[in-house]
């Protein structure tokens, strides 16, 4: 009896230990894991040169939410305290019909979105060098056959990856930066 007893115990013990860690596996160099204060980033609200309104506050919120997901940066929203800071901008948004009906309709289309990415050291200015700078995103969509979605359904469907992108290429770039080596 002490035996399960000792058992449900350590699993109580080891979940809350799961559940309340720190998310993510923190990154190391070297197997030395990098010090919090080289982690602490700040995403800029991004910016939209395009004729689509809302997808920036949207795309915004994902990149937060798939940073903190990832665990490899941790986000703050004082400006002052980052050691990093995240710039995006939406500089082009296109929706194009792909097939038609005999009305001239589209049955299907295709969004295609650009974003311009940049990551930079808060104390110098200095640009961190990331693989592109440009990050493209693609999407088909139908709102009659198919899968049927919303345009907006598919925008969000489009910002997910983007966003997904962006941390991932940041990341990158940020531990480049600092250790030298491709991760």
Known sequence: ?????????SFVVSGCSFLFKEPGRPPKIDGVPVPDSKRLIYIQNVRNNTYSPGMHTRLTQMI???VDRRGRFITTREKTLAKYRLYAEIVHYQKVG???D????HITSELFVVTRVEIVEAETGAKI????SEIPGRVHFSTQIGYRESELEAQ??????MALRIAEEAE????????????
Not at 156 to 161: D, I, M, P, Q, Y
């Open 1 to 9: 009896m002490k035996q399960v007893v000792l058992i449900i115990l």
């Open 64 to 66: 937060m939410e798939e």
């Open 98 to 100: 792909d097939l038609m």
């Open 102 to 105: 005999l009305a001239d309709q």
């Open 129 to 132: 060098p990331m693989e592109r």
């Open 156 to 161: 969000n469907r489009l910002l997910r990856v």
């Open 172 to 183: 990158r770039a940020w531990y480049y930066s600092l250790s030298g080596v491709l991760n």
